[in-house]
């Protein structure tokens, strides 16, 4: 019996999620007494999968060939299902990346697994139940999932688990991929990826702002805010409907829903579809001018004043602060 | 170009969200329901595709009979047929099995979901139904192109995105900016009682997962307000107080 976790890379480097599936999967093997597995697909270095022991990883699983250097699901899909036979993994653990989340189902239809998608929390295991918490109506609410089936699949939200080093020495070995050639029906054409931005849905922190901006012109300020905090920027949804801002960046029930350590909410009313996508923030700080706006009701920290004034202020504040750190 | 698009039956996104008998039972009373957003987005981008004889546009939906007013919306909207398959949905696995079953015997060329239903969150159900039929599944995609015997298909990566071709038949989960939603007019609207729709029994499958109970978000605390001369202490207080900065 073992406990596997699929370890996603970017260009051969493992990101903060990929850790936090680790660790995730690491304390769900502790509670099974059992050993914790990683598969990595695709081209990375030695040294980088060695460092997975440093999470708990006791073996580490590798596939790497040229077909399977860029993300192709069912080939990644097979992959994982076949290691997870192999290693009589009782429950599989992905993070519930863009890749994650058209992986694992595919992965639960091959071994006939429950599956929970977009998990916040560790698994309860008590009286033989495996029960699972989960992000449903979009962040208005949590279901608690029971998976009933033998092997059990979970996929993580980003940045609802913390990363924790268990370290351990990994055994790292070559896995033989069990891609079928139809596997490989579809072909990437193109990779793009803006290095110098921080992704949207596992940020830890974001800048958000709405109609109250007034219009794209004025976003300037946001972003240098964003860049000074080191945090992804985001918008509510009828700012991305006019073009202000790409469609990646709008946050809410029908865009991305977000789980950072810090929200910042700027020129946005709070409408209940808006914060749907922000209930799982840890501290909401708002900016509005009308004292009125909902959003001060779920706002950890809120200021009521003139964006155009607040902002700008703000930034000084926090340069001042880092000069100081 | 034959052309299937999933619908599912969802509260109106302005709905606040409740539970009955003792957090176990989603509270119906007073809901409004309609297509998944995102299903909507799906549709339109069928539509689009089909537009001119180049295809017909079919969609179904696993539910009771209380869905009909959603799928005649679907069918308002421009759809030229529908299968609705009798029960309840009881989770993605069991959706996607029936979703499978249909589209195997109908031999669509493309399958397209929402990225995820907006009640459930699963985004499940397009990959299941991928690997039920052995086709390519490309989850959560922002633009669609057919060109002749391919499809040219963006999708959403981390700070970024990729851009793959696959042949058909195949499914996707759409997303915002696949194609803006379609409003039906008048003509939709009449000719949308006279379409077929028929209805399937389901088949059965065994259960793998069960929701036991659900919870509402944790009220935040009372927010503590900051004078706007002096944002030097809300940076205080996320630091000092807050420790997320
Ligand atoms: C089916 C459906 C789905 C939806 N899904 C989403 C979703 O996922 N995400 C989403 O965000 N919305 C969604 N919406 C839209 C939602 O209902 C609101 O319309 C939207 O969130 C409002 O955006 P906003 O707060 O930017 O704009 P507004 O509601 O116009 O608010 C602007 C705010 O800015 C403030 N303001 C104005 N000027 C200034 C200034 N100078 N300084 C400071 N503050 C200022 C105003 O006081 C106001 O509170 C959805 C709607 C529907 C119907
Ligand atoms: N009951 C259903 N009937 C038809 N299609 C569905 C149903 N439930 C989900 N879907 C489709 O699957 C997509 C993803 O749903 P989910 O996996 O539940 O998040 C939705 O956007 C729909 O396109």
Redesign the interface.
Same mark, same amino acid.
């Given at each position: 019996m073992s406990v596997l976790v699929y370890v996603e890379n970017?260009e051969g480097k493992f990101?903060k999620s990929t850790f936090e599936a680790v660790s995730y999967a690491k304390e769900v093997a502790d509670k099974l007494n059992t050993n914790l597995v990683a598969i990595s697909i695709g081209n990375v270095a030695d040294a980088t999968l060695a460092d997975l022991g440093k999470y708990g990883a006791n073996k580490v699983l590798f596939v790497s060939n040229e077909k399977l250097k860029?993300?192709v699901?069912?080939a990644y899909?097979s992959i994982i299902a076949s290691a997870a036979k192999t290693e009589d993994a009782k429950v599989v653990v992905l993070s519930a990346?863009?890749?994650g989340?058209?992986?694992?189902?595919?992965i &639960?239809?091959?071994l006939? &697994?429950?599956?929970?998608?977009?998990a916040v929390e560790l698994p309860e295991m008590t009286d033989g139940k495996f029960?699972v918490?989960?992000?449903?109506?979009?962040?208005?609410?949590?279901?608690?999932?029971?998976?009933?089936?033998d092997r059990k699949i979970i996929s993580l939200v980003p940045n609802s688990y913390k990363v924790v080093e268990k370290p351990v020495t990994a055994e790292i070995t070559a896995f033989e991929s069990t891609a079928a050639e139809?596997d490989f029906?579809?072909?990437?054409?193109?990779?793009?990826?803006?290095?110098d931005?921080?992704?949207l849905?596992?940020a830890e922190?974001v800048v958000s702002a709405g109609r109250g901006l007034k219009g794209p012109e004025n976003w300037g300020m946001i972003e240098e805010l964003a860049n000074l905090?080191g945090a992804a920027t985001a918008c509510s949804k009828p700012v991305?409907d006019a073009g202000w801002r790409p469609?990646?960046e709008?946050v809410g029930?029908?865009?991305i829903?977000v789980s950072p350590?810090?929200y910042i909410a700027i020129g946005i009313s709070g409408a209940?579809?808006h914060l &749907?996508g922000v209930?799982?923030s840890?501290?909401?700080?708002?900016i509005n001018k009308d004292a009125e706006a909902p959003f001060?009701?779920?706002?950890?920290?809120?200021?009521?004043?003139?964006a155009f004034?607040?902002v700008p202020?703000?930034i000084?504040?926090?340069r001042?602060?880092k000069e100081a750190a | 170009m034959k052309v299937l698009v999933c619908i599912s039956n969802v509260p109106d996104t302005t709905t606040k969200i409740t539970f009955t008998d003792n957090n176990t039972q989603f509270n119906t009373a007073g809901v409004q329901y309609i297509i998944n957003p995102y299903d909507e987005i799906a549709l339109a981008r069928a539509i689009e595709l089909c537009e001119g004889g180049n295809g017909t546009v079919t969609v179904v939906n696993v539910g009771e009979a209380t869905t009909e007013p959603t799928i005649r919306k679907a069918l308002a909207i421009g759809a030229d047929d529908a299968i609705r398959i009798n029960a309840a949905p009881r989770d993605a696995y069991f959706v996607a099995k029936q979703i499978a079953k249909i589209a195997q015997e109908g031999s669509y060329d493309m399958i397209l979901t929402g990225r995820e239903s907006i009640d459930y969150n699963g985004s499940q159900v397009a990959a299941m139904v991928g690997e039920f039929l052995n086709i390519p599944s490309i989850s959560i995609v922002k633009k669609i192109t057919v060109d002749g015997e391919t499809v040219v298909i963006e999708r959403e990566i981390e700070g970024g995105k990729e851009v793959i071709s696959t042949p058909m038949p195949f499914i996707s989960s759409c997303a915002e900016g696949v194609a803006e939603p379609k409003i039906p007019n008048m003509r939709g609207i009449m000719s949308a009682r006279t379409k077929p729709l028929s209805v399937v029994e389901p088949i059965e499958i065994a259960k793998l997962a069960q929701v036991t109970a659900y919870e509402t978000p944790a009220a935040r605390g009372n927010v503590k307000m900051i004078d706007a001369a002096d944002p030097a202490k809300l940076v205080e207080a996320l630091h000092s107080e807050a420790k997320v900065i």
């Open positions: 970017a990101k860029t993300f699901n069912q899909a990346s863009f890749s989340k058209g992986l694992a189902p595919r &639960a239809v091959k006939e &697994a429950g599956l929970v998608d977009g029960n918490k989960k992000n449903a109506f979009s962040g208005k609410a949590f279901a608690h999932v029971e998976l009933t089936s139809s029906q579809v072909m990437v054409r193109e990779i793009v990826r803006a290095s931005k921080v992704s849905p596992d922190l905090l991305s469609h990646e709008h029930q029908t865009g829903a350590n810090l209940i579809q &749907a209930s799982s840890k501290v909401i700080v708002v001060f009701k779920v706002a950890d920290y809120g200021i009521v004043g003139d004034e607040v202020k703000l000084e504040a926090i001042k602060f | -």
